[in-house]
């Protein structure tokens, strides 16, 4: 049997509240057990998943630890697709994605932000302030970006707390805003550079392409497999397996969901599903959801259908584009990936015509019978977004709803029964 490891000690050293730490993972355990370990036919490499979860705030933070102890590596932690972290990689970090995704804290954040305000950029407030996110604590520096105007803001509080560099992203897609975030890619790699103490080298940016764009063909692979009916694995699964995408080891995930795209795509021969041929098949596309906000996922796989796509930051916007590889020099390297980051359809552009093409397209590839759109309450950016997206859809013939929601259980009765009716009429 394993030897039981006491993380104790190295919460407590990473200066969190080691007992409401341990209510949170409890808390996250039993939720976990609800919306994953019930699920049947699950495909048995989703295993892999079960350890992700059950080392995520434990075994990982430790490896991530021991490498800033043993090589001198800087953990750089971020909350948004924008942040590159090929360059991360390349300069000897660790790239890590940031607790977002549950209330903790809230009297405590609502002493700095306002009581309307997303529950992610609260979420990722009050884990600094309740102390129980290892990796905001073990992160050296956080990358922040001007995205919405909620999150450009809270990070002038949350930069009070920790070390920041703020990116500047582009809200309009032009040759001039090209032009400025090639430049702001580059002062990222310096402020990285000067983090970890590392010079970037042709050498290792292309290693951390590579590295990068495998973990992104190994999801697309998996992804493919899920235009089949019956479909193979569940959009929750797929949905943690992007979510880990963010904190676990690069190579080490990259081969776990190789793994799992060759057991789905022997299932897809077998004619082996998740969920028997003809169940109802949906497309997400909205915000982002990070771990454990896994409310929405479940109560719509619970009412009877499967998730076969995400058009989000958690899901296909991760995945899509891969960084061209022909570059040979530094300079060249970092304007592809430049080039690939800005090609994301994030709503914070305007206009965004992209994501809408992204979703119709989605819909049509996996056979989708229908599209739930979800923005997180206060989100005026997806919110304004679903009107575009809702017009759209109906042209396309394709059932559409819209749902606003938080990371409460509330709403979970009455999102059900939408939910529910949503999927009896499609
Ligand atoms: S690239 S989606 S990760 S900005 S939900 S905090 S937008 S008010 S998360 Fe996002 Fe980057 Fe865009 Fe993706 Fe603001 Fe909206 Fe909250 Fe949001």
Redesign the pocket.
Known sequence: MAEEIDYHPMWKDLGMDVEAHDGLLAAVGGMYQDVFLTQENRPKSTEYLDNVVMNIHSGRIKEMVDHKASDGQKVVGS????VPEEIVRAANGIPAGLCSGADWATDKVEEHLPRNT????KSFTGFKLGKVCPYIESSDLVVG?N??D??KKAYEYFGTQKPMHIMDVPNVKNDGTMANWKAEIRRLAERVEQETGTKITAESLKEAIRVTNDKRRALQRLSATRAADPVPISGRDSLLTVQAAFMDDAERLTGAINAMADECEQRVRDGVGVAPKGTKRILYTG??MAVPFWKLFSLIEKAGAVIVGEE??TGY?YYKDLVDESGKTVDEMLDAIAERYFN?N???FTPNPGRIEDVMRLAKELHADGIIDC??Q?????DMESFTLEKAAKEAGIPYMHISTDYSNEDAGQLSTRVEAFVEMI
């Not at 909350?79 to 924008?82: A, D, H, P, Q």
């Not at 997303?118 to 950029?121: D, E, R, T, V």
């Not at 206060?378 to 997806?382: D, E, G, H, N, P």
């Open positions: 909350f948004c697709l924008y997303c529950p992610l950029i970006e995205t919405c909620g999150k915000t982002p989000c930051c916007r994301i994030c709503a914070i923005s997180l206060f989100c005026t950016l997806y």
